[in-house]
């Protein structure tokens, strides 16, 4: 296994533009999530899928913001008219369900770092 | 909801010296304990896990106990090293919840030489 990939690493942006993250999971994992992190706190969920289904969505995950994972391999976190309040290193994470469903392992990426300037 | 505490940092010790870092869970039903290190500038790894009551975790000399009577999670290490100053992260796992994360808001170690 190659690890969750995530790219780009780094973004920075004007306040108003569009920016779009992707994440690679780990193969045969069918469970894929997104967290965000700002400096000083830990992270926290945004939205997970299991396979190319969305099942769950954070509160924190406003309307400008849209995931999807269209063939359940990768995975496409965007974020709509930024503003500087999303500035934030953007987690993605992934993870086999197993048959008994508890004690499965998430994986995380590298993080993609976003400025909005 | 579901939730993780953990003690607040900066920790700051000496090489060679003992580690515990508190953390204290609340959950409605039995979830799966972890911790995370995260390093400068990187994401977060996974540093040991335990599934259910009294299992102890443990990974490159630290270790963890699921206390359930108690609903912690410490992590103790008998000597620390330069090498392990970084961001540690405590969290719980529910599968109740889609499996998903709930983190501690993470407590820094810094070791000196």
């Known amino acids: 296994d190659t690890g969750v990939s995530q790219n780009p690493r780094h973004k920075i942006t004007k306040r108003g533009q569009n920016v779009t993250f992707r994440c690679d999971p780990i193969?045969?994992?069918?469970?894929l999530y997104w967290y965000r992190q700002t400096l000083g706190q830990g992270p926290e969920f945004l939205t997970y899928f299991q396979n190319e289904a969305q099942l769950e969505k954070s509160r924190l995950l406003s309307d400008r913001f849209s995931a999807e994972r269209p063939k359940g391999s990768f995975s496409t976190l965007e974020i709509q008219r930024t503003e500087q309040g999303d500035s934030a290193m953007y987690l993605c994470a992934s993870s086999r369900l197993r048959d008994r469903g508890w004690g499965n392992t998430i994986y995380f990426g590298e993080g993609s770092w976003l400025t909005v300037v | 909801g579901d939730s993780v505490t953990q003690m607040e940092g900066p920790v700051t010790l000496s090489e060679e010296a003992f580690l515990t870092i508190n953390c204290t869970y609340t959950?409605?039903?039995?979830?799966?304990l972890f911790w995370y290190v995260q390093y400068p500038g990187e994401g977060l790894q996974l540093l040991l896990k335990?599934?259910?009551?009294?299992d102890k975790g443990s990974n490159k000399g630290f270790e963890a106990t699921y206390r359930k009577e108690t609903t912690s999670f410490h992590l103790e290490k008998g000597s620390v090293q330069v090498s392990d100053s970084a961001v540690y992260f405590c969290?719980?796992?529910?599968?109740?919840?889609?499996?998903?994360?709930?983190f501690g808001q993470g407590t820094e170690l810094s070791v000196k030489p």
């Open positions: 959950a409605t039903g039995y979830p799966s």
């Open positions: 193969s045969e994992h069918n469970r």
């Open positions: 335990a599934t259910k009551a009294d």
């Open positions: 969290a719980l796992s529910a599968d109740n919840q889609g499996g998903k994360l709930i």
